[in-house]
């Protein structure tokens, strides 16, 4: 690299950090829209706690534990107050079918769950609320007789089944529908009107229920099961393109987890009481408020015992608090990444497709590739993040280490590669100016969308923003500025003209499929397809895929594929750091833990205070 553009990044991050250190407080720069799923798991302790600074001021998230070492015994009721963090009101769509963001599913994984858990593999057990078998095709589910709707009506069959009919309903507006659903025998010809009942889901008794599937695959027990039923008795009077909107599941949600909603206040907070009749068995705290903070009182919230623990700890403020007397650090490989999108098509939702557009702005794969080459993104994550997020290269995250190919280093840095690269597809700069035009001659102005939040989110942008200028690409924030998180993704899943680029976070979800996000779904934010990826997909979720080394053949494959394409680029994976107070007992995070949230408790009536 020549001297002068070192000179050039240096600055850049120079600027970036002054804006850092000039904000005040602190917080995290992206929300994630994720498939979260319920945190009841099973699984077991097998780490110790060690946060160490490392000589080098980085951090690593295998220092840190997923539970807390508090081992004293909760008194007897209690409350526990949980710090959504946000720089946003959380949307309040309530309902496990509905939503789509993070912050309510949050909201929700606290009062509804699953029916079925899953072990530290990701692979559905016979543990939970439902127990299943297979025979060929057909799974059959059983619910467990006290399984009940925090109303008192039980969980039924009725109730997954219909679940399944809402969201393959014409009407549905959610994100739900797509080729899970599609997977089960006679779903196409319901959605499509053809048929009144789906043919291959079969309520057997008020317990059991009978799914057909049109495949097997290995997706199936590792999460392309839906597991969350919809309260018949409640939810069957209201017309389904009104569900989503209903006080049912706007101020009155209902579900049949360890805590019943009692209160609401839009987009602020959530008061729950404990639910004596959870399956499980009773909880320990009589209640729980779950409400919203932000990034930057964050630290203020858990020195004065406002908040127990939240939902995540801004990884740029861990340094300065990595000593904070009255809380224990728990941390773990997010199962999540941040990544710049390329808006390349447009979704075509009276067909259910992705419609990719051979003239988009972002339509030349080296224009793609030479911007994922111009970033450096494993110095932001050691300036940002201290470690605690790194460069990121392929699609599939390490919280899947059976799939994710750790030998792939997707794009390097390299600031000549991404200059030839634009030079060879006729990016040039004609008139002088020091920016490149298209290859027709023509200014070239390419408008990037990223999400507000925290001290870190505006200039991590402007860092973008800068390191393509360095190599010749004027890029501007859409409409001059950042985009609170509802607006952001409202805009980007409509396909807004004024979006060519974006900044988003996909959380994955606990089955490494990737269809739901960059196959032919409407989550597919990029608009991207083609045949050999298409192909790839599906080899991943077919019979053969049942062998563990021929579905890692094909993920390998696919991570390569989407690293020559470069559709989308991740940027940095992401860890989870989460203070816990001192007061606090079983509580655990991540996947596979065995800690349930009815057996949370706290040992003292009022949170510890910081010395």
């Known amino acids: 690299m020549k001297k002068s553009s ?14 850092a250190l000039a904000a005040c407080g602190g917080g995290d720069d992206e929300n994630s829209s994720s498939s979260n799923d319920s945190n009841n798991n099973s699984g077991n302790n097998d780490t110790e706690e060690s ?14 534990s997923q539970y807390v070492s508090n081992e004293g015994e909760p ?7 949980y710090g959504l963090v946000s720089d946003t009101a959380f949307e309040g769509t309530l309902n496990w079918n509905f939503y789509s963001g993070n912050p309510d599913a949050e909201i929700i994984s606290w009062f509804d769950e699953a029916l079925l858990t899953w072990n530290d593999s990701y692979v559905y057990t016979n543990d939970g609320a439902a127990t299943y078998e297979q025979d060929g095709n057909t799974f059959t589910f059983t619910i467990r007789d006290n399984v009940n709707w925090h109303d008192g009506e039980p969980v039924t069959a009725e109730d997954w089944a219909f679940a399944h009919e809402v969201i393959g309903h014409p009407d549905y507006d959610g994100i739900r529908y797509g080729s899970d659903f599609t997977n089960i025998v006679g779903m196409e010809e319901y959605h499509n009107g053809e048929a009144d009942s789906i043919e291959g889901i079969e309520v057997v008794n008020e317990k059991t229920l009978k799914i057909t599937y049109k495949n097997v695959t290995p997706s199936l027990v590792t999460g392309s099961i839906w597991t969350y039923p919809l309260a018949k008795h409640i939810f069957e009077d209201i017309p389904v393109a009104e569900m989503s909107s209903s006080d049912e599941v706007r101020k009155n949600p209902i579900g049949f987890g360890p805590f019943k909603v009692d209160e609401i206040v839009p987009g602020e907070s959530v008061t729950y009481v404990k639910n004596d009749d959870y399956w499980r068995g009773e909880p320990n705290l009589d209640e729980v408020t779950v409400r919203v903070i932000s990034s930057t009182t964050v630290v203020n919230e858990l020195e004065t015992g406002g908040v127990d623990s939240v939902s995540s700890f801004p990884t740029d403020q861990y340094p300065d608090n990595a000593d904070l007397s009255n809380v224990e650090f728990l941390g773990n490989v997010d199962r999540a990444f941040t990544y710049i999108g390329f808006k390349l098509g447009k979704w075509d939702a009276e067909n259910g497709e992705v419609v990719p557009d051979p003239n988009a702005k972002m339509a030349n794969k080296k224009l793609r590739q030479a911007m994922w080459h111009a ?19 392929t699609l599939i995250p390490p919280s899947h280490p059976e799939f994710h190919d750790e030998t792939n280093p997707g794009r390097t840095y390299d600031v000549e590669k991404a200059k030839a690269l634009l030079d060879e597809a006729g990016y040039v700069d004609v008139d002088g100016d020091g920016m490149r035009e298209d290859p027709d001659g023509e200014e070239l102005v390419i408008n990037f969308a990223s999400m507000s939040g925290g001290d870190t989110a505006e200039p991590i942008a402007q860092y973008y923003m800068q390191a393509w200028e360095n190599v010749g690409l004027k890029v501007e924030l859409t409409d001059g500025r950042l985009m609170e998180f509802n607006t952001f993704y409202d805009r980007v899943e409509a ?8 900044q988003g976070a996909w959380g994955v979800g606990i089955d490494v499929d990737p269809r739901g996000l960059w196959g032919n779904a409407v989550s597919n934010y990029t608009r991207w397809t083609s045949e ?13 895929a049942f062998d563990l080394e021929y579905r890692q053949q094909v993920y390998n494959e696919f991570q390569e594929l989407m690293v020559e394409e470069v559709p989308v680029f991740p940027t940095v994976y992401r860890s989870v750091l989460v203070p816990v107070n001192k007061r606090v007992v079983n509580f655990a995070i991540g996947d596979g833990t065995g800690v349930y949230l009815h057996e949370l408790g706290v040992t003292e009536e009022e949170p510890i205070v910081a010395e």
């Open 532 to 544: 050999e990826q298409l192909e790839l997909l599906e080899k991943g979720v077919s019979d053969e």
């Open 75 to 81: 008194i007897e009721g209690g409350s526990f107050t």
């Open 495 to 502: 396909d807004d003209p004024d979006i060519d680029i974006y």
């Open 6 to 19: 070192l000179n050039k990044l240096l600055l850049a991050f120079m600027l970036v950090l002054l804006l």
């Open 51 to 64: 946060n160490d600074e490392d000589e080098d001021g980085l951090y690593s998230i295998d220092d840190f």
């Open 375 to 393: 970033v450096d993104n494993d110095t932001l994550g050691q300036k940002f993040y201290h470690g605690l997020r790194w460069n990121a290269t």
